[in-house]
């Protein structure tokens, strides 16, 4: 989602916490969620570990529970961490690239279902194929192939109205 901003996603931005990237100046490396991925690596490896450990009991007894209580505990202690940084440092600072996202939204093929039941699924069909063929707007399409009017449109593609 941070991808971009040219040729990626670009859907949010996330803070600039370091200066760029070793190799594309400007970018905006995502040190949080990466940092957060290798925390979650290291909590995979300690639940094999008290898996592991919880398996070698023999009669109720159990002489792995101070290193199956020890992994737990800091597993826990890690994703407890792990989710303050990333709530704190990325998640409470990111910006949504708002216009990207209804670009998007706009040009995407689904809208084009809440056609159907005016238009019928064949004539939704073709102008969501004229629409993606030509780099257009659903709505745009629509405007043109059929006799509904940009007030009828606007309701009916309205993804907040959809959902």
């Known amino acids: 989602m941070n991808s971009g901003p040219v040729a990626g996603l670009a859907e949010i931005q996330l803070p600039a916490l370091q200066p ?24 995979i490896g300690q639940d094999l570990i008290v898996t592991m ?40 600072s990111l910006r949504v ?21 005016y238009i019928g699924y064949d004539a939704a069909a073709r102008i969501v194929k004229q629409a993606m063929k030509e780099g257009r707007s659903t709505k745009a399409v629509a405007l043109e192939r059929t006799n509904l009017s940009v007030t009828e449109l606007d309701e009916l593609l309205d993804p907040q109205h959809m959902t």
């Open 53 to 92: 450990s919880g398996s070698m009991g023999n009669f109720q007894l159990n002489v792995m529970l101070p290193v199956i209580a020890y992994n737990l505990l800091y597993a826990i202690m890690l994703i407890n961490r792990a989710a303050r940084l990333l709530a704190d440092n990325a998640i409470a």
């Open 97 to 117: 690239n708002e216009q990207r996202l209804a670009a998007m939204v706009e040009r995407n093929a689904i809208l084009a279902t809440a056609l159907t039941p």
């Open 20 to 43: 760029g990237s070793s190799i594309m100046p400007g970018k905006i490396n995502p040190v949080i969620p990466e940092a957060v991925i290798q925390v979650a690596t290291q909590v």
